[in-house]
């Protein structure tokens, strides 16, 4: 009976031994009740976490951070081996970590240990984990998808800028601005495109854009990205073969814009537009087509085409409106 006795006293010790000394697991489920922590800060390269203050009764040495990106099947248990190994090492009174060297635009999961000794030796317990982003470099491929040209002068026009979508972010910042850099409209978003619907038929944009994550409330931004520029598409008033065999045609003059180019077709439709002329005022008297005078009695479909020079680039409007020249 004594040796019996003996053997549960045993068993009861192992068992205290056990409990007391918890594994740290690399299943994010089974940690769930552990506390939590959060995103305070991002940039290309880091991001900084916050936990909260350790409010048990055990000896805490300090805290180990550790992290993987996310992308890693084994995201969970590489982060729990990196903090194990103490690599990233903070004082017990410590309550936030910035984690450096990290690549733009990428989605971390971060885990904080914290690491404690007593009779049974240093042991490691789980003491939060979160999600962290780093910021894109910038807003990239940034374009004109669209314009709308409203056949009424009272009527607003439109235009849509589309860019390439980012994967880790919460939303963008949409800029717009008028040829002379105004800032005249603002939009957050969370689409990779965005429609200026008071936009002036006879006017030039810039419009520029730049993403965000949102970490804990606050809106951390990347760098703008390049410059749009939007040029309207001139919006012709008039069009008539002359008594000279000459297409004459007239447009409103757009702001910002350095040229035109004429496009000519007999056929209609989206293909046959040859372009015939070039010229900086807001007429022209276009001699012939494909060496030919124009033919009082035809029908001819023409469009304009605003130019603005940025440096050594041209920036071209768009080409939706045509303008049906009738006998």
């Known amino acids: 009976m004594k040796k019996f006795k003996r053997l549960i006293a045993m068993l009861l010790v192992a068992f205290t031994i056990v409990t007391m000394v918890p594994e740290v697991s690399g299943n994010k489920k089974a940690e769930a009740a552990a506390a939590s922590c959060y995103q305070a800060n991002s940039t290309t390269t880091s991001v900084t976490i916050k936990w909260p203050a350790y409010s048990g009764t055990r000896s805490v040495n300090g805290f ?71 910021l894109y470099n910038k807003v990239t491929n940034l374009r004109v998808d669209d314009y709308y040209i409203p056949s009424s002068e009272t009527s607003k026009a439109s235009f849509t800028a589309e860019w390439t979508a980012k994967k880790y972010v919460d939303g963008y910042q949409v800029v717009v601005y008028s040829a002379g850099g105004t800032q005249i409209s603002q939009k957050f978003t969370t689409s990779n495109s965005y429609t200026y619907s008071e936009a002036k038929y006879n006017s030039t944009y810039r419009v520029r854009v730049r993403s965000y994550v949102e970490c804990n409330g606050t809106k951390k931004y990347s760098v703008w990205s390049s410059y749009l520029y939007v040029v309207m598409q001139p919006k012709m008033t008039y069009g008539k073969v002359n ?63 605003a130019v603005k020079t940025v440096g050594k680039t041209k920036i071209y409007s768009g080409t939706n409106y045509v303008w049906t020249v009738t006998p």
């Open 64 to 134: 180990c951070v550790g992290y993987c990106i996310d992308a890693d099947s084994d995201a969970s248990k590489k982060a729990l081996d990196m903090a194990r190994s103490k690599k990233y090492f903070y004082s017990k009174s410590t309550t936030s970590a910035t984690i450096k060297g990290l690549k733009a635009g990428q989605k971390y999961w971060v885990v904080v240990l914290y690491e404690y000794t007593d009779s049974y030796g240093t042991s490691f317990i789980y003491h939060a984990g979160c999600y962290a982003r780093t």
């Open 243 to 305: 008594s000279k065999g000459q297409l004459a045609l007239k447009w409103d003059k757009v702001s910002g814009a350095d040229s035109y180019e004429i496009y000519v077709s007999t056929t209609g439709g989206r293909l046959g537009y040859k372009k015939v002329a070039t010229t900086t005022g807001a007429s022209k008297a276009v001699a012939t087509l494909n060496g030919k005078k124009f033919n009082k009695n035809s029908t001819y479909y023409v469009f304009v085409r």
